[in-house]
């Protein structure tokens, strides 16, 4: 088959998990004998907002769409006619069997709309509330509190403090930059992003006003109401998600679970590093707030001094791009003795994880299936997760890991003083093994889904 992929990011400049899924999920169909292609789109204000251009990653075709959140309103943010109309030519270029949809941030609701009018079946994936919640679809209020309810009206209030859109200064500035690239040919994407950070970090804080209620009802029931017309199936990789979105309002009908399978050769043949008498401790991630290692943070730094010299703490992420929660990270790590060990490519979490004693996932969100606990149960390293959601789900405590209450620093900090103590209950984990998918079994399912919807469509 031909299958077009849409995503809202990809790689290599984005490694986040749906980027990381969309782009595992490419190499396998094309290692299948499927030929694959990927739409998606990228922020980058040194090229002109809505172009478009096509570049190749692992032998993909991948064609990018430049969203450089230069918006007239909100509603822009999930209904661009522009990005279906660049969707629209790839379809006549490429000319695929079937589209398989994975996210639609800073793209449109209209893309799968084009796809069914063309006739083709149409798969999505689901990998996050963004559906339900336009503030990254992470559920999580201005405040960092924990949305449970969706509410709309305390909606407009959140996501009047939300930036979904430049500033006259950097639409400005990204003309310019875009209109010197044009002139020179020099890539100036990194210090444009640079130039971006900088000029949002000196933007003054103040009261935001509250976007405007209907605006919020209209993505809401656009939403809602349009894609399970023109998506025939939906694959949520956790139960939690699934049930989540079908209590929102998809048909249950239309929605699968369908759980991620996991590259397991990159653990296969590797030994873990043999406990010491130092406790390693680890976070892997996006170095964000919602992902709460400042949380870790402040509950390894409430440790008693004895109790920090039997135990280590490293975290691996890219460097923040909010200099302020920088900044803050910095400062948290050098009192309290942690590291901030940067970046590391697929083949260093690997070893990583082999390396640690303990790996923790403090998420102050629902989470889906995140990918670093999927690969921590592949190298069998212990795990401490909040007890919500995706992660939940995944850690089975006494069996694979521990959990411990959404946001409680105390609770975490008291959970690894345990640990420190007594790191032999680390030794009783992994009694048996953990039915994982692989990639393979995964590739199996998808492949199925794509035969039943090309089937119904025929």
């Not at 980058?44 to 075709?61: A, K, N, Y």
């Not at 590093?273 to 730094?301: D, M, N, Q, W």
């Not at 069998?380 to 409680?408: I, K, Q, Y």
Request: glycine share 8%; charged share 25%.
């Amino acid at each position: 088959m031909k299958v077009l992929l849409v995503t809202h990011l990809y790689p290599p400049e984005h490694t986040a998990g749906t980027e990381q899924y969309t782009a595992q999920l490419a190499r396998g169909l094309t290692a299948r004998g499927h030929e694959v292609a990927v739409f998606t789109s990228e922020k980058d204000v040194s090229r002109p907002h809505l172009s478009s251009s096509r570049r190749t990653h692992e032998g993909v075709p991948v064609f990018e769409f430049v969203n450089n959140l230069e918006y007239a309103g909100f509603r822009e943010t999930w209904e661009l006619p522009e990005a279906e109309a660049a969707f629209d030519a790839v379809l006549d270029e490429f000319a695929p069997d079937l589209v398989h949809v994975q996210h639609l941030l800073n793209l449109s609701v209209g893309l799968p709309e084009v796809a069914k009018r063309r006739g083709l079946p149409v798969a999505f994936t689901l990998h996050d509330y963004w559906l339900q919640c336009a503030r990254f679809g992470q559920r999580v209020h201005a405040d960092t509190s924990l949305c449970r309810e969706i509410d709309e009206s305390r909606c407009a209030e959140c996501l009047g403090s939300l930036r979904y859109r430049n500033s006259a200064l950097e639409q400005t500035a990204g003309r310019w930059l875009a209109k010197l690239r044009g002139i020179s040919g020099v890539d100036l994407a990194a210090p444009a992003r640079r130039v971006g950070d900088w000029l949002r970090s000196k933007e003054p804080a103040g009261e935001a006003p509250a976007l405007p209620l209907e605006e919020v009802e209209a993505r809401g029931r656009a939403l809602r109401e349009r894609l399970p017309v023109s998506v025939d199936r939906f694959l949520s990789p956790s139960a939690f998600l699934r049930e989540e979105l079908v209590r929102w309002g998809l048909p249950a009908a239309k929605v699968q679970h369908l759980r991620t399978g996991t590259d397991l050769t990159h653990f296969a043949g590797g030994e873990r590093a043999p406990r010491g008498e130092v406790l390693r401790l680890g976070f892997l991630g996006s170095l964000i707030p919602v992902k709460g290692p400042h949380l870790l943070l402040e509950a390894y730094g409430a440790l008693a001094g004895d109790e920090r010299e039997r135990a280590t703490l490293v975290l691996h992420g890219p460097e923040p791009t909010d200099l302020g929660y920088r900044d803050t990270l910095r400062e948290l790590a050098a009192r309290t003795g942690a590291t901030l060990g940067g970046p590391l490519d697929r083949a260093g979490v690997a070893d990583a994880l082999r390396r640690l004693d303990l790996l923790i996932v403090p998420s102050l969100w629902f989470e889906n299936q995140p990918l670093v606990i999927l690969e921590a149960l592949a190298a069998r390293t212990p795990l401490a997760v909040s007890d919500l959601g995706g992660m939940a789900e995944l850690v089975e405590p006494g069996v694979s890991g521990f959990r411990f209450p959404l946001g409680d620093a105390a609770a975490l900090t008291e959970l690894l003083r345990g640990l420190v103590r007594a790191p032999e209950r680390l030794d009783a984990l992994y009694g048996a093994p953990v039915a994982l998918p692989s990639v393979d079994d995964q590739l199996d399912a998808v492949e199925l889904v794509y035969r039943e919807l090309s089937e119904a469509r025929a």
